[in-house]
Every structure is written in C-alpha cells, then in structure tokens.
Nanobody
Framework: QVQLVESGGGLVLPGGSLRLSCAAT????????IAWFRQAPGKGREAVSC?????????YAVDSVKGRFTISRDNVRNMVYLQMTSLKPEDTAVYHC???????????????????WGKGTQVTVSS
C-alpha cells in the first residue's frame, strides 16, 4: 500500500528557511515522479515542484518559487526533500507530497492527476 508522509513544517520568519521531507512506504521513491503541492487557507491546491523518476532526477518548479525552493531525492533513505529559502508570507500553506504511476513530471501542474497524497505539513511564514 502506497503511503506518503510529510514532515518538517513549522513557523518561520520572513526570509527564513525550512526543509520539508516526504517519506514513502509501499514503493521506492525513485520509481515514479514525486511532486510537492501546497494549499493556502481558502484556496485550492497549487503545484510547487516536481522531480522525475530514475537516476536523472530532472526537476521542475513553478515561477513563484524558482530560485528559492529546491526539490531533491535521497534514494538511500527513500526520501524526497523540498528545501525552501527566502520564505515569504505568501508561502504560508499546507504542503503535500504526491505521486502517480508516471515517471515524468508532465502531470505535476494538475493536482487532480495525482493518485497518492500525503496528509501534509503546515508551513507558516510570519513575523
């Protein structure tokens, strides 16, 4: 059974950093592309970033986080990370990792295409 569990969220000052982690059971994380989404209060889920399957591990990010957020994968630990820097109040949201049975990230900008979701971790950026 595929399960995803996020961790690493918290309260951080504007300009600060956090590293989110996504752990998987039921499959190895380099088998399929893994994406991060976020959902702010009163808003729908939006894409953040994605890493493709396999040794290439090509990465993608939406414009609002490019240059600030970095997605990576540790195949030994079976973890995917989202390193977030220069955080802004508008980054406040619940962050979820998700996947579907696809090696590419062609789906990552469309939350409805994800098949498996973690429950999320809260990130709050506030002074």
């Amino acid at each position: 059974q595929v399960q995803l569990v996020e961790s690493g969220g918290g309260l951080v000052l504007p300009g600060g950093s956090l590293r989110l982690s996504c752990a998987a059971t039921g499959f190895t994380l380099d088998t399929y592309a893994i994406a991060w989404f976020r959902q702010a209060p009163g808003k729908g889920r939006e894409a953040v970033s994605c890493i493709t399957a396999g040794s290439d591990g090509n990465t993608y990010a939406v414009d609002s986080v490019k240059g600030r957020f970095t997605i990576s994968r540790d195949n030994v630990r079976n973890m995917v990370y989202l390193q977030m820097t220069s955080l802004k109040p508008e980054d406040t949201a619940v962050y979820h990792c998700a996947t579907r049975n696809q090696v590419s990230c062609a789906w990552y900008e469309y939350p409805n295409f994800a098949s498996y979701w973690g429950k999320g971790t809260q990130v709050t950026v506030s002074s």
